[in-house]
């Protein structure tokens, strides 16, 4: 049993409110997953020329000025770093395989979560309340989020096994339900140039989707070849630069629900959660059915 929660603001001049809004729901999913938490947040796009990388440096103090530093000396490039506890987003305009080969070689201590134009990762182990406050999640702001509330059943109680998931550029997946063919996909994608970082069944459905869309496909295709390839039962839902989507399996025996006004679109495995909302009371509500695409713009 975990808890997902989804939130895209509609209106621009709403953005700032992005946090405020979302961190009551993250708490009110928090007895669907106590073992830890984490979200993705979809900001303002950087131009072509720059990416981001959303970084974890695990439970230790970590020197990220002299990570700063470092990379100014070896590039001649003064990095962006945006600073948070144990995160930290670094912006640059080197080329991506450079910057993570880089810090592979020279912080291979770091966990890179993240890489994109738009989106910022955060996860942790631990209560969602103390997730959400360590970081100040109130304090965020953007289009979109796609957060997580975890209870372990088939993988470790880590931050690498936390949620949200990513793959490629400007993606992620989180999920309720427990996939049992996840060693399957593994075998199909090992061989496409797919690698893995856990054993989480999670990530094989995050990695299937990397594969189709790298194939080709659409975030849309993508999804209704999952409805073929992937097995068990799930709720999916994935944050893209400009998309947020919803998908439940043919039986959707995991819970979702969707609150959608003219302001916003905000998505919770049950509707208390959602209760606090603004206009609620006026709100389009309603169960997401099996096998369906549900997918909003920003």
């Not at 073929?228 to 893209?240: A, C, N, P, V």
Request: glycine residues 6%; aromatic residues 10%.
């Amino acid at each position: 049993m975990c808890g997902i929660i989804g939130l895209l603001i509609k209106k621009p001049e709403l953005r700032d409110c992005l946090g405020e809004l979302m961190v009551p729901i993250l708490l009110g999913m928090a007895q669907r997953g106590p073992d830890s938490a984490g979200l993705a947040v979809f900001t303002d796009s950087l131009d072509d020329t720059h990416r981001k990388y959303s970084l974890y440096a695990g439970g230790q103090t970590f020197d990220w000025n002299g990570l700063t530093q470092a990379f100014q000396t070896a590039f001649d490039i003064a990095p962006a770093m945006q600073i948070n506890g144990n995160h930290a987003v670094l912006s640059s305009t080197l080329a991506p395989d450079a910057v993570k080969a880089w810090l592979k070689q020279h912080y291979p201590q770091l966990h890179i979560l993240s890489t994109g134009r738009t989106i910022d990762l955060y996860k942790e182990i631990g209560q969602p309340a103390a997730v959400a406050d360590r970081y100040n999640f109130k304090s965020l702001k953007g289009s979109h989020v796609v957060a997580h509330t975890r209870m372990a059943t088939e993988s470790a109680v880590t931050p690498a096994h936390a949620h949200p998931f990513t793959a490629g550029e400007d993606f992620c997946l989180v999920h309720n339900g427990s996939l049992s063919n996840p060693n399957a996909l593994r075998r199909k994608l090992e061989p496409q140039g797919i690698r893995f970082e856990t054993d989480n069944d999670t990530e094989a459905a995050c990695r299937f989707l990397e594969w189709r869309m790298r194939e080709g496909d659409d975030l849309e295709t993508s999804l209704q070849r999952g409805f073929e390839e992937l097995d068990g039962f799930y709720t999916f839902l994935m944050g893209t630069a400009d998309k947020l989507a919803l998908v439940r399996d043919a039986f959707a025996c995991k819970p979702a629900v969707v609150a959608e006004t003219d302001d916003y679109v905000a998505i919770a495995s049950e509707f208390h959660a959602l209760a606090h909302l603004p206009h609620i009371n006026q709100a389009q509500i309603y169960e997401p059915a099996p096998e369906e695409l549900y997918v909003w713009t920003v």
